[in-house]
């Protein structure tokens, strides 16, 4: 079964603190991405990779930077947190060819709270 | 740019009724649409999805959504709805030539005995 794992589930981190969110997918993708979800506000892309070492700025991409050394891994770095990160954060990834025809993935999210 | 609208932010429905979920995009070029589903406390589900061809879309759980060109719209319907529908839906854009996801802002459906 082919899976995008994201390393926590849950997070409570103080305020700026440096948070690092990791994201796993071992089926081959070259492209990954980093969501928030915040309710009435659905899902906003923070950042996406198209390849290892390669990354582009998404819509808000504010408060945030992101590593992808490796093709399975791709980290979403909070450098210092604040309260207005606490959101929840999905890590997708998809096939660079055809991506439309073979799906996104989804990992199950890590609901990070910043106190 | 791309966008999507779903109009609704929360449908509550009781149990065995028929349900709508609307949804509408802006684009100039190729359009793929789908429908993602998030169960409470869980990630995201591909649900269904529009790439070409026939404009009438079916989910493995009796889910449908038709793509309408003139309209731009691809609502989400079900004819009978069950309590295990509970969730909410996103409905989700892509440009042709591209790889980023453009979600709308999501509808909450509560089914209701």
């Known amino acids: 079964d082919v899976k995008v794992t994201q390393s926590s589930r849950y997070l409570v981190k103080r305020t700026g603190e440096k948070v690092f969110l990791e994201c796993v997918q071992d089926m081959d993708h070259e492209n990954m991405f980093w969501y928030r979800q915040d309710p009435g506000l659905g899902l906003r892309l923070i950042y996406f990779?198209?390849?290892?070492?390669?990354?582009e700025k998404g819509d808000i991409p504010e408060g945030y930077s992101v590593s992808r050394e490796k093709k399975e891994r791709f980290s979403l770095i909070l450098e210092s947190a604040s309260t207005n990160q606490t959101s929840m954060y999905l890590c997708?990834?998809?096939?660079?060819?055809?991506?439309?025809?073979?799906?996104?993935?989804f990992g199950s999210g890590t609901r990070l709270t910043v106190v | 740019a791309q966008s999507v609208t779903q109009l609704d932010s929360q449908v509550p429905v009781f149990e065995e009724a028929p349900v709508e979920l609307r949804c509408n995009y802006s684009s100039s070029v190729s359009v793929y649409l789908f429908w993602y589903v998030q169960y409470p406390n869980q990630g995201l589900q591909l649900l269904l999805k529009y790439l070409s061809g026939s404009t009438l879309v079916e989910s493995i759980n009796g889910f449908e959504a038709e793509f309408n060109k003139s309209q731009t719209s691809f609502h989400l319907r079900k004819p009978s709805v069950h309590i295990s529908d509970t969730a909410e839906y996103f409905c989700v854009n892509i440009t042709g030539g591209g790889n980023k996801l453009t979600f709308g802002t999501g509808t909450q459906l509560k089914v209701e005995l």
């Open positions: 997708a990834s998809t096939f660079s060819r055809g991506a439309p025809r073979y799906g996104y993935t």
């Open positions: 990779s198209y390849d290892v070492k390669m990354k």
